[in-house]
């Protein structure tokens, strides 16, 4: 797939640089694979899209963190903005399931076996929680 012409960074959208991470994280295609498989040129060139448009943190080779202790450990400063936003719309969404789902539970509780829950005020604890010994 070599075509002699030499190929810079520049040369490739955004589009496909993500579409090229996506598949390297996915685990579909290690970095050396998905160089051959498109005709990337440069031996760090897809290292370099890792570390700039990846969720993991490649900083350090290619080491797999999870998305979970990179977000507790290394803040929102390694996302860009796209990827920020593409992270807060499913967690935004994964809330807002989890909230319709809780609502249905009240419902059944209500509806079905006639038990009234409310939520607790932050601060208060219950007499039942607290035991006398």
Excluded: C
């Excluded at 999870?66 to 996302?79: A, F, I, N, V, W």
């Amino acid at each position: 797939m070599n075509s002699g012409k030499r190929r810079s960074q520049r040369d490739y959208s955004l589009t496909f640089k993500l579409s090229v991470v996506d598949q390297v994280e996915k685990g579909e295609l290690s970095y050396k694979e998905a160089q051959e498989r498109y005709g990337i040129q440069g031996k760090s060139t897809v290292l370099n899209w890792l570390r700039r448009h990846g969720r993991q943190n490649w900083s350090q080779g290619a080491s797999i963190r999870t998305q979970r202790s990179r977000s507790m450990d290394e803040p929102d400063k390694l996302l860009t903005p796209e990827q920020r936003i593409k992270e807060l719309e499913e967690q935004l969404a994964q809330a807002n399931q989890k909230a319709q789902f809780f609502e249905a539970v009240v419902d059944v509780l209500k509806n079905d076996f006639g038990v009234s829950v409310v939520k607790k005020r932050s601060g208060k604890s219950s007499p039942k929680g607290k035991s006398k010994t």
